[in-house]
Every structure is written in C-alpha cells, then in structure tokens.
C-alpha cells in the first residue's frame, strides 16, 4: 500500500498526492536537530516525491507549509530547488505554499505536499520470481548529515523509478520491516527477515528504500545501487 492519494483528473490521467511534514527540525533554539533549514526542506521534499514516484506519479507542483518564520522561506524553497535539480524537473514543478507569520513558534515545522499524475490506466510492474533488496540504509535525526555517505541518493531512486522494472517502497520512520509489509501485502516477523542493516529503525527522510525485482535482473540491480545494496532474505516459517 503506498503513502499517497489517487484522485481522479481526466479520462486519461488521475492525480498522485503525496505529503511529508517535519517538526523540531531547524534552527530554533528549542529545536531537537539542528540543521539549516535548506536541509530540512530537501529531506522533506525526498520523502514525499519518493512516495509520488513509487506510485508512477510525475510530479508537477510542490505546496509548502512554513512554521518557521517568514526569514525561513528562502531557504526552504531553496531546499526544494536542491531537489527538482537532482530529478531533471527545473522548469516542470511549480512551487507555492504559506507561511504563518502571525504567530511565532518555539519549534521548526515544515508541511510539505507533492501533486504528480499519471495515465489512468497505469498497472504497476508485476513480479513472478523475485527477489528484494534494500537501497541505503535507515539512518534518522542527526545521523543523516553525519552518514552522508549511506544515504541512498534522490536521483538513483528516481533512476529505479523510470527505467528499472522493479516495485519500489520508500522507508520512512516505520523501518523497513513494516514497509515490506506494505510492499508485500502481509505482516512479517522479524525473524522472518534477514538483512545486514536493521529492520526496526527509522529511517527518517526516506534515506533507504526497498526494491523487489526478477531473479535475472539481480546483476543489473546491483550494478546500479554498488554499495548501497543490502541483500533481503525472507523465509516464511
């Protein structure tokens, strides 16, 4: 089950919606994570086109939501911008949004809402005899700027998205035994499923996703993801 909407648009297209918020992320004193603010929109954005993509969504327009001041806006949009740029979109996905201004806040918080279409008739791949892999690994909070290096990036996951026959399910905080629960349809155990990194943790803005694939793609696929790849092992007991 994917994290977004499907909206009926046209009698060929209907509207993928996908979201993403953060809070006590930012530079405000009582903030829990201290990142600049292009950071914490760049994340947010990731996660929600991640989802839009999954879905066979192609994103065309990104809604923002500031609860971090009016001084916040520039850099969140150049977060999202960061973003579009990795995607090849400049020029395709507008952006509009709000900030309350009204009110002050003693915390960050960041809203951030994708709208994407696709054909109406769209039928996600179907895979026979498959295998499944997790790109990245799941890291959150602070470990994301100190683990750069493991954090799957956007443009590979968006690679898989368009030209790899694959299903794909982006790991948010629920860990990656509960999104391949989603993928697959069925509630796993844990010791069900074997994979070098961990299961249950976070992975916070989506820094690992799950693939599942044919047999005879497993070259190519690891060929793509090198060291991002970890091996998935599922036996039902």
């Given at each position: 089950m994917r994290d977004v909407q499907i909206v009926p648009w046209n009698q060929e297209e209907v509207m993928v919606?996908?979201?993403?918020?953060?809070?006590?992320?930012?530079q405000k004193e009582e903030d829990q994570v201290s990142v600049p603010y292009d950071i914490v929109s760049y994340f947010s954005f990731r996660v929600a086109v991640m989802e839009c993509l999954a879905a066979g969504g192609i994103p065309f327009s990104v809604i923002l939501q500031n609860f971090c001041g009016n001084d916040a806006w520039i850099p969140l949009v150049t977060g999202i911008h960061k973003g579009v740029q990795e995607l090849g979109l400049d020029g395709e996905l507008g952006i509009t949004g709000s900030t309350e201004s009204n009110f002050s806040f003693c915390q960050s918080a960041v809203g951030l809402t994708i709208l994407g279409k696709r054909q109406a008739d769209f039928k996600e791949t179907s895979i026979v005899n498959g295998r499944i892999a997790v790109i990245g690994?799941?890291?959150?909070?602070?470990?994301?700027?100190l683990q750069?290096?493991?954090?799957?990036?956007l443009f590979l996951f968006s690679h898989f998205a368009k030209e790899v026959k694959c299903r794909l399910q982006p790991v948010g905080s629920k860990g990656i035994l509960y999104e391949l629960g989603q993928l697959k349809g069925k509630l796993f155990q844990e010791e069900e499923v074997t994979c070098s990194v961990d299961l249950l943790k976070s992975s916070g803005p989506a820094t690992c996703f799950i693939v599942e694939y044919e047999k005879e793609m497993e070259s190519e696929i690891?060929?793509?993801?090198?060291?991002?790849?970890h091996e998935v092992l599922v036996s039902l007991r």
């Open positions: 919606i996908s979201a993403d918020n953060s809070g006590g992320i930012g690994s799941p890291l959150v909070g602070e470990e994301v700027m750069e290096d493991k954090v799957v990036p690891k060929r793509l993801a090198g060291g991002y790849f």
